[in-house]
């Protein structure tokens, strides 16, 4: 049997051309982000800049203590989100895996139903600032839209129901383990791949989240929480974010940070992910193949 | 419990009635630890989600910060008055539905295409390399993504216009200029989304039996051929179920893009104003809540019943794929 390779040659060159567009943006960041401030300004970007300057990163290196907070705050807002997501998320989707458990029916629509109606922008910043009082806190880069969604709690309960022979459980309940033994002894061991699965996708929403900072800090009293992603949205939104120290509250021009400097922070922004993404990259590919259809 | 379940026989005896129907009966006893383990999801579904659903009501009031949206005077329609004789109300409309569209038909084309074209791909270590590299996008927030499109667009420094200004070409303000923008939008979307939609075309793909191949091959079809017989005519259950349940997502926006891309340029409003920045700019900028409430309630009632609309659809094609 003689297989003509023109299709794989086709196929070849197709996913030749579709990878580097999808990786030409983030070539340019690089190279902007080295490229001299001055050469920029005269010439704008280029691929091949004829002068190559760190200067940016320097800058960013004395600015440390704004960028660097961030980092922090970065970090902390996602290990604390993913941990307290998983805790709720694998609870609740245990109890909706129990077929028996009267009003189990009703509670899957009420989590269902949230996938087609929402209150929208307005009623829920007004019930989160007004009723929760979570403005300028923590809680507000935490909880809002975040911590738990239907998506993810239906993929636990399916695995849950799925994956665990139930004869595991009715023995430990004959043994007499009570439920709280057998959520954490059986059913969090056993499914460690779908947490694993439902946290990568929960951490990578919570690193890349600016929309919550947006919507919920004020740079004067909640400028100390700002991830590194509510930076770079706050310098979109007013260049002189970074120039303005908070003791001299002084602005030069010169001080202003320049567009290679702005490429260079969301380098930094970026650089943890893509160190870390051929690690993830398998868990990431089949969380995704398991939200498939049902998106 | 291994004492009540022994009690519980017991009485079962004394009380003589059939141990089948006694089994059936719940206990609530046991059931009560699923509940307390449920508490936390409850709590987080009521005050993220519920809450916020009757706080629509904001729309039809006047609302007065003193009193909160329960005390707040009933003025009816009058906000939607407001909202429908503005010619805001069907610019936003028309954008998120056109935009939608644009996405869902150009994004499945290039999902499909790309899945089909990445299974031809024999060697594992070429087609694992391509996934990762078309995936990184996704990956990436819209406000990093926003910088992108500021090194490629900027009328001082972006790559584009410094290409312009050697070649001796006019240089284009592009964050000025509304013609470029739908072309701008729906190329970023797809550039960002294209992987993810590979990747479940891909699953899908894979997932079609390799007999069916080799008997078309033995009788001599060509690769081509059997894309076309074989392949689409496959995948065209989950193409339309796809299909049908993006459609009923049409009156929501992704805020991030239509937010972040244009960098909040007022010159481009016309074409890249959608539901949700409107919202979001009524809200936030302007504290206008009569406005950005009646335009949420709109996009929130009308995306529902886009949504169960197109469920119901589903349904009728292929049960499994439903929702609900």
């Known amino acids: 049997m003689r297989e003509k390779p023109t299709i794989r040659i086709i196929a070849h060159i197709w996913m030749f051309i579709v990878s580097m567009l999808a990786l030409l943006p983030f070539q340019l960041l690089i190279i902007a982000s ?53 805790i ?56 809002p839209g975040l911590l738990m969604n239907a998506f993810n709690i239906i993929l636990v309960k399916n695995y849950i129901r799925n994956s665990i022979p139930p004869s595991l459980m009715e023995a430990a309940r004959i043994d007499g383990a009570s439920e709280y033994t057998i959520f954490f002894r059986i059913v969090v061991p056993l499914s460690i791949p779908i947490l694993a699965t439902i946290g990568l996708l929960t951490g990578i929403a919570y690193w890349n989240d600016w929309q919550n900072g947006l ?19 706050t310098i979109n939104e007013s260049i002189t974010f970074l120039a303005v120290n908070p003791d001299t509250s002084v602005t030069s021009v010169t001080d202003l940070p320049s567009t290679t400097v702005r490429m260079a922070i969301a380098m930094v922004g970026i650089i943890p992910i893509i160190l870390a993404y051929p690690f993830f990259q398998k868990y990431f590919v089949k969380g995704i193949t398991l939200g498939g259809v049902k998106e | 419990m291994k004492q009540s379940r022994v009690v519980g026989t017991q009485i079962n005896k004394l009380k003589n009635t059939g141990s089948t129907s006694r089994k059936n009966k719940i206990r609530w006893k046991d059931m ?15 005050i993220n989600n519920y809450i916020p659903m009757f706080g629509i009501i904001i729309a039809f009031k006047k609302l ?33 539905v056109l935009y939608s569209v644009a996405f869902i038909v150009l994004g499945s084309l290039f ?32 406000v990093v993504v926003s910088y992108l499109g500021f090194a490629f667009l900027s009328s001082e420094t972006g790559t584009i216009n410094s290409m312009l200004r050697s070649l001796g070409f006019q240089t284009i303000n592009f964050y000025n200029e509304p013609q470029y923008w739908p072309f701008i939008l729906i ?29 078309a091959a033995i009788d001599g079809a060509t690769k081509w051929q059997q894309i076309r017989k074989i392949t689409l005519p496959l995948l065209k259950p989950t193409i339309i179920t796809m299909f049908i349940l993006q ?41 206008d809540f009569g406005m950005s409430s009646a335009a949420s309630f709109y996009q929130s009632i009308v995306g529902f019943i886009l949504i169960v609309s197109a469920n119901a659809l589903v349904r009728k094609v292929n049960k499994d794929n439903a929702l609900f």
Do not use: C
């Open chain 2, 32 to 46: 009560i630890p699923f509940y307390v383990m449920m508490i936390p999801g409850m709590v987080y579904l009521i």
């Open chain 2, 64 to 96: 007065d910060f003193q009193k909160g949206i329960l005390g707040s005077e009933w003025i009816g329609l009058d906000n939607f008055k407001f909202l429908f004789a503005s010619k805001d109300a069907w610019t936003i409309t028309r954008n998120t």
């Open chain 2, 187 to 215: 190329f970023t979307n797809l550039w960002k989304t294209i992987g993810y939609g590979t990747i479940i075309y891909l699953s899908n793909v894979v997932s079609i039996s390799k007999e069916y191949y080799e008997a």
């Open chain 1, 88 to 143: 709720i998320t694998t609870l609740f989707a245990y109890g909706l895996s129990n077929t028996k458990l009267p009003g189990v029916k009703v509670i899957s629509f009420l989590v269902i139903f949230t996938m087609l109606f929402n209150g929208g922008l307005v009623s829920t910043y007004y019930s989160y600032v007004n009723l929760f009082h979570i403005r300028n806190t923590i809680w507000a880069l935490i909880f």
């Open chain 1, 215 to 233: 919507y919920y800090l004020t740079q004067r009293d909640g400028g100390h929480l700002y991830t590194i992603q509510v930076v770079l949205n």
């Open chain 2, 247 to 287: 459609l009923g997502n049409v009156f929501r926006s992704d805020f991030g893009l239509f937010y972040q891309m244009p960098r909040g340029s007022g010159a481009l409003f016309s074409v890249t104003r959608t539901l949700d920045v409107y919202v979001y700019t009524a809200l936030m900028k302007n504290s």
């Open chain 1, 34 to 86: 080295f490229t001299d401030n001055n050469y920029a300004s005269i010439h704008g970007f280029s691929f091949f800049p004829k002068q190559w300057s760190a200067d940016a990163y320097l800058y960013i290196m004395n600015k440390w203590a704004t960028i660097g907070r961030a980092y922090l705050m970065t970090i902390i807002v996602t290990i604390v989100g993913v941990a307290l997501s998983i």
């Open chain 2, 111 to 142: 999902a499909i295409t790309t899945a089909i074209l990445l299974n031809e791909v024999r060697s594992r270590m070429a087609s694992r390399l391509y996934q990762s590299l078309i995936l990184l996008p996704y990956l990436m927030s819209w």
